[in-house]
């Protein structure tokens, strides 16, 4: 029997996610309906992926009602609209929509008669202190739609929720008149400790979200985050208002609009900076630059500017464990990841934010690159924090944090599993973690999962995968190649997900197409295939790590 064979029988046995919960425990029931398995032959990745879905239940209850709200676990209360409602409930949306259809809804529940959401709810109710607002809230919403059979009153009612907190943004946070969208305090971005907010206050003036201290000199700020969410928020408002059968052009021109201010206000040589209230920019380099291209702002061109002058730059922003908040050749640097920092620790929110900025772009083998060294280590840890050891990827601040344990289902999922997609895509990708350090190495993995009806099961060692759908043999292809099917579930695409070339044959066997397709793919390079056959090939380049 193969290692192969072996992933295959463990993982056609395996109890999944939650196999304790009780009956009555409707969460744990949507979780396990969708089919998702995981099983690793050696190594530490199979128990902390049991005791991430343990912990992450542990995450989901309900905070001011009866619908179970995820929550964003470790030392913070509630459902944070920077994380919880947004990047942590766009993961969860693959695992248990529900829940992220109840976070969404509480947040809009909770908006104020003014039209400010709420920057978190807990059990003593919305608080309105500060904005604190990074992965854009609309595009969450639009792909929880496309995900779920397209709810047609869930879009309306979040669509008038946005359109309402946009008014707001819009008549008290550009009180400079430059088209862009202001930061009062530290918490308006989640910053904490970052050098960025130095001699600026955590919090509004006097605790309103529409004042800011006039004793501070540098404040309002035009910051380029925040600025890119609301560009990137009214084109995905423009998508909605088109759905829901209203002109989507004012959201077009007003998020051409926002961008053109981040341009101007906040772009220097590459990277964006805060502009203070004399008009100088606050030259600290962080994951702003990250922030910002999560919210697609620019082409590919830029992207692969920013990827080789910072994002894969060991001087930079490339540490062992991942991106840091801040650049590690800045004098400010501070890697203390024993505290709630974002001063330069590793942080998790940073990581599960990243994913989106390169798969915009179409650069997955560099994204896949830089999980191996912090999956390696997490594989050992005993908690899941917010922040890491930038060196060692040890765990510092905090556990039990959402972002932290979907970083990791997602992250095994996105490299060596099975992932739908909002538009309707699966991948299949493989790109098994057998080649981990630390002794944190399996020998063969293997993941399933259930999408539209068809059960896929994903196996693979350090040379080869297979893929089975419905228990029958279906694909073969080599390791560090991604299969990704269309919304039929056919063979669509093959995408190069290793960061070297990988030659080989993808097998197809089975409902009308058996084939043999002999590729050679670069990292990034994507080729279509159609009825058996390959096409042209897009190739997107790589940028390596860079000293």
């Not at 998508?239 to 002109?247: F, N």
């Not at 052009?249 to 206000?265: E, G, H, I, M």
């Not at 919210?295 to 061109?301: L, N, V």
């Not at 009825?531 to 790590?545: D, E, M, N, S």
């Amino acid at each position: 029997m193969t290692q192969i064979d072996r992933a295959l029988l463990r993982l056609r046995e395996s109890d999944g996610p939650l196999p304790d919960a009780a009956s009555g425990d409707a969460v744990a029931q949507e979780i396990r309906g969708s089919g998702i398995r995981f099983v690793a032959l050696g190594g530490g990745l199979e128990a902390r992926w049991q005791r991430a879905w343990r912990e992450l239940r542990d995450c989901i209850a309900p905070i001011d009602g009866d619908a179970p709200l995820l929550r964003e676990g470790g030392a913070y209360d509630g459902a944070w609209l920077e994380s919880t409602a947004t990047i942590n409930a766009e993961i969860l949306d693959r695992f248990a929509p529900a829940v992220t259809r109840a976070t969404h809804l509480a947040l809009a529940a909770a908006q104020r008669d003014d039209g400010l959401l709420p920057y978190k709810i807990t059990a003593a109710g919305p608080a309105f202190t500060q904005i604190q607002t990074v992965t854009p809230l609309a595009r969450c919403v639009w792909h929880h739609y496309l995900l779920t059979g397209r709810d047609r009153d869930y879009l309306a009612r979040m669509h008038a929720a946005m359109t309402r907190n946009d008014a707001w943004l819009a008549a008290h946070r550009d009180t400079r008149g430059t088209g862009g969208v202001e930061a009062f305090c530290t918490f308006d971005t989640g910053h904490d400790l970052s050098p960025r907010f130095w001699h600026t206050p955590e919090r509004c003036h006097r605790g309103d979200a529409t004042a800011f201290d006039p004793g501070i000199p540098t404040l309002p700020l035009v910051a380029p985050d925040l600025t890119a969410n609301v560009a990137c928020q009214r084109e995905y408002l423009a998508r909605i208002a088109a759905e829901l059968g209203e002109d989507p052009a004012p959201w077009l021109v007003a998020a051409t609009a926002s961008r053109d201010a981040l341009f101007a206000q906040c772009h220097v040589d590459g990277m964006f900076y805060d502009r203070a209230a004399d008009g100088s920019h606050v030259r600290v380099d962080s994951d702003v630059l990250l922030r910002v291209l999560a919210c697609e702002i620019g082409d590919d061109d830029a992207f692969a500017a920013a990827l080789a002058d910072h994002l894969m730059n060991t001087r930079r922003f490339l540490s062992q464990a991942g991106f840091t908040s801040i650049a590690m050749d800045d004098p400010r640097f501070d890697g203390d990841h024993t505290r709630n920092s974002w001063a330069g620790p590793v942080n998790a929110l940073t990581l599960l934010r990243a994913a989106h900025a390169f798969e915009h772009h179409g650069r997955v083998a560099e994204l896949a690159l830089t999980h191996a060294p912090l999956l390696a280590a997490m594989a050992g840890h005993d908690r899941f924090a917010q922040c890491y050891d930038p060196w060692t990827g040890d765990a510092g601040y905090t556990q039990a944090y959402s972002p932290a344990i979907l970083w990791l289902l997602d992250t095994l999922e996105r490299d060596a599993g099975i992932l739908p997609r909002p538009d309707g895509e699966v991948w299949l990708s493989g790109l098994t973690p057998t080649r981990l350090d630390h002794g944190q190495a399996p020998v063969a993995t293997g993941a399933a999962r259930t999408v539209g009806g068809i059960h896929y099961e994903l196996v693979g060692d350090d040379e080869r995968i297979e893929v089975h759908r419905d228990g029958t043999p279906w694909l073969g292809f080599p390791r560090g190649w991604r299969v990704v099917l269309d919304s039929h579930g056919e063979v669509a695409a093959v995408v190069g997900l290793a960061a070297g070339a990988v030659r080989g044959i993808l097998r197809i066997a089975g409902a009308g197409v058996d084939a043999e397709i002999a590729l050679d793919l670069a990292p990034n390079d994507r080729v279509a295939i159609d009825g058996g056959r390959a096409g042209g090939v897009i190739a997107r380049g790589f940028t390596p790590p860079r000293w």
